[in-house]
């Protein structure tokens, strides 16, 4: 449990994880950063004054998509980063925290390739340490492979690829215990019967949750993505990225669609996924299929190339994980629709 004195300490030991040079920066702002509400006449950025939908410049601080996405979410403003997708806020971690040949971080292995990606293009050493049996999580494992210079530790939960969640308890103990950021990503949250950390936010000001609005919100091809952290975490987020990074008719289509409700389609990926996980485990072909709290299922089957070459054969394309570490002859299938899903099915039941 995290005393008041905790926190505190915690924070200050997150502003001296902060690069200096990024401590020292003087942010790129525009003049209408100085107002808040309307003006009549824009004559200060170099637009084309005539309106034709897109002439004007976006929100750099998407300050009204944030005050919406502040009611769903339950998470002050000040809290909140909107990234050109998760992506985004993955970079600027190792951006803000991390020296480029000189620090270091951590992360779960099998698990999304874009932390180690973003490591190798920021010069950042990257420590994988391997989920144990059944892609468990080892607590202990990740804090030993930390040193002095591991600035960020990083797990996925729900993971990708192999769709399970990590309990509650050893999240928060890992939290507690590393001495850096740890970046939790929950994209596949809404699909889990686990619930956010979204509310330890404030007791543990290293903690950066990742969310997104391309899974259960369905807007992949907005590309939107969400970091929750302490509030001078998403201030220097805030000042390190592009002045424009989130254009306005995304900002406009997003605002529109959280009005609505996705909650009937989750509950119907997520019975699918049920379904689909029951059907696959009587096909064949396949050897194992593996729990899942996301929007895909991980199977493993003999000759993962020859099923997926199969697969594309019948016009229906799937992951092929088999080269991933931990993940040998394993396929990572994602739930479509129901009529996408019987049609995967029943494909899948007719080969031996």
């Known amino acids: 449990m995290m005393t008041q ?35 009549g006449i824009y004559l200060d950025a170099n ?12 929100d750099p601080h998407q300050k009204a998509l ?29 951006r803000v925290f991390c020296r480029p040949g000189v620090d270091n971080a951590v992360s779960i292995a099998p698990t999304y390739g874009m932390y180690k990606v973003a490591a190798a293009i920021n010069d950042v050493e990257f420590r994988e340490v391997p989920l144990g049996a059944g892609f468990s999580l080892d607590g202990d494992a990740l804090l030993a492979a930390a040193d002095g210079q591991t600035k960020l530790l990083f797990v996925c939960s ?5 769709g399970n969640s990590f309990p509650r308890g050893e999240l928060l ?20 019967a686990q619930e956010s950390l979204l509310p330890e936010l404030e007791s543990h000001p290293n903690l950066v949750i990742l969310q997104t609005l391309s899974k259960a919100w369905g807007m992949a091809g907005l590309r939107l993505g969400l970091a929750f952290a302490s509030p001078r975490v998403a201030e220097v987020f805030a000042q390190v990225k592009y002045p424009y990074n989130v254009n306005g008719p995304t900002q406009r289509i997003v605002a529109e669609r959280l009005d609505r409700s996705v909650a009937d389609q989750v509950r119907e990926l997520t019975g699918q996924r049920e379904r689909v996980m029951r059907e696959l485990s009587g096909c064949p072909v396949i050897r194992q299929v593996f729990p899942s709290d996301a929007n895909f299922v991980l199977v493993r ?10 697969l594309i054969g019948e016009g229906i394309i799937v992951r092929d ?6 993940c040998a002859g394993c396929l990572r299938i994602t739930v479509g629709t129901p009529e996408e899903n019987d049609r995967l099915i029943r494909v899948l039941k007719r080969m031996e």
């Not at 729900?158 to 192999?162: A, E, K, V």
């Not at 994980?321 to 931990?326: K, Q, Y």
């Open 173 to 192: 103990r890992i939290v507690e215990r590393f001495p850096g950021v740890v970046v939790l990503d929950e994209a596949y949250i809404d699909f889990a």
């Open 5 to 39: 004195r905790d926190t505190e300490s915690t924070a200050r030991r997150v502003e001296e994880l902060i690069r200096p040079n990024i401590r020292a920066l003087a942010p790129y702002s525009t003049a209408r950063d100085e107002y808040e509400g309307e003006l």
């Open 66 to 94: 944030k005050r919406q996405i502040a009611r769903i979410k339950g998470v002050p403003v000040e809290r909140i980063f909107i990234g050109n997708g998760s992506d985004e806020a993955i970079d600027l971690v190792y």
């Open 47 to 58: 637009e084309n004054p005539y309106e034709n939908g897109y002439n004007r410049y976006p």
């Open 158 to 162: 729900p993971n990708n690829p192999s």
């Open 301 to 310: 089957v003999d000759d993962p190339r020859g099923v997926y070459e199969a």
């Open 321 to 326: 994980r088999s080269r991933v570490a931990g």
